[in-house]
C-alpha cells in the first residue's frame, strides 16, 4: 500500500468504479430516478439504489440540493471577507464561529492558515444590503482586521467534486 492510501479515510478506501460513476451522475444531476441512474453507471435499480444508499449511510454523500441562481433570487453581490483575530482562544472561536454560522448572508466559512485567520464568502442584494451584514459581523465579536473583496465577475463556478479515479 503506498504512503497516500495509508492516508485515506476508509470509506475512500470502499468506493470502487461504479461507486464513482453514481456520484459523478448525482453531481451532476441528483433529480435523474434510480433507474436513469442505473443506466448510465450499468447498475438495474436495485442494486443501484443500495449502493446509493450505502454511500448516504458512509456520508460520502452528504445530501442533495436544488442549486438556485443567486441573481434571479436578487442577491447580486458576492463578497470574500476575509477576517484576522484579535485572539485565538477557543473560547473566542467557539462564539465568532457560532455568530457567523448564524448568518444567512455566509455561504461559506473557513479557518486559514497563513496572514488571513478567516475567509468568508457571503452573498448579499447590493452594498447597502452588504453594509448591513458588515456591521452585524463587526458586532458579533472583537476582530482585529476584516477586508472586503468585492466579486465583479463570475468566472467559474462548480459544485462537483473531481471524484478520483480507484
Given amino acids: 500500500m503506498t504512503d497516500i492510501a495509508a492516508q485515506l479515510p476508509e470509506a475512500n478506501r470502499r468506493l470502487d468504479a461504479i461507486d464513482r460513476k453514481i456520484l459523478m451522475v448525482l453531481q451532476e444531476d441528483a433529480s435523474l430516478s434510480v433507474a436513469e441512474i442505473g443506466d448510465r453507471v450499468g447498475l438495474s435499480s436495485t442494486p443501484c439504489w443500495k449502493r446509493i444508499q450505502r454511500l448516504e449511510a458512509d456520508g460520502v454523500i452528504l445530501r442533495r440540493v436544488a442549486l438556485v ?14 477576517v ?39 452573498v448579499v442584494a447590493d452594498m447597502q444590503s452588504y453594509d448591513v451584514f458588515y456591521k452585524k459581523l463587526i458586532s458579533a465579536v ?4 476584516v477586508t ?19
Avoid at 472583537?142 to 482586521?145: G, I, S, T, V
Avoid at 468585492?150 to 479515479?165: D, G, N, Q, R
Wanted: proline share 8%; glycine share 4%.
Fill in 142 to 145: 472583537p476582530l482585529k482586521n
Fill in 84 to 122: 484576522e483575530s484579535p485572539d485565538h482562544s477557543d473560547a473566542w472561536l467557539k462564539r465568532f464561529a457560532e455568530a457567523v454560522s448564524s448568518m444567512p448572508e455566509v455561504m461559506e466559512f473557513y479557518r486559514m492558515a497563513g496572514d488571513v485567520d478567516y475567509m468568508l464568502r457571503v
Fill in 69 to 82: 441562481d443567486q441573481n434571479k433570487i436578487g442577491l447580486g453581490l458576492s463578497v470574500f471577507v476575509s
Fill in 148 to 166: 472586503s473583496r468585492f466579486a465583479m465577475e463570475k468566472i467559474k463556478s462548480v459544485t462537483a467534486l473531481p471524484v478520483p479515479p480507484v
